[in-house]
Nanobody, 119 residues
Framework: QVQLVESGGGSVQAGDSLRLSCVAS????????MGWFRRAPGKERESIAR????????YYADSVKGRFTISRDNARNTVTLQMNSLKPEDTAVYYC????????????WGQGTQVTVSS
């Protein structure tokens, strides 16, 4: 049974930083691509950062490029999202997701963690 557990969300002021972590279990983590997504109130879910199984390639949405950094530690089955220079428009529920090797979609999701940025 695959489990993804996020932590690190909270309420901060604009310009602050937060670090989200996601620990995976029941998954061949080192061969899975990992991603962070978010859903803001009244908006569709948005892919914001992805990292391939080896950690050698990352992808970012334009909205977070230069401010957010995704990384992974395959020895600890952990993926992290470092969020700097937070803006009120970053307010959302953030989700960690996993895509197994050879699969086209992210099929495994965490429960989400709330990030609220006030101006």
């Amino acid at each position: 049974q695959v489990q993804l557990v996020e932590s690190g969300g909270g309420s901060v002021q604009a310009g602050d930083s937060l670090r989200l972590s996601c620990v995976a279990s029941g998954l061949a983590f080192s061969s899975s691509s990992m991603g962070w997504f978010r859903r803001a109130p009244g908006k569709e879910r948005e892919s914001i950062a992805r990292i391939i199984y080896s950690g050698n390639k990352t992808y970012y949405a334009d909205s977070v490029k230069g401010r957010f950094t995704i990384s992974r530690d395959n020895a600890r089955n952990t993926v992290t999202l470092q969020m700097n220079s937070l803006k009120p428009e970053d307010t959302a529920v953030y989700y960690c997701a996993a895509r197994k090797l050879g699969e086209a979609t992210y099929d495994y999701w965490g429960q989400g963690t709330q990030v609220t940025v006030s101006s």
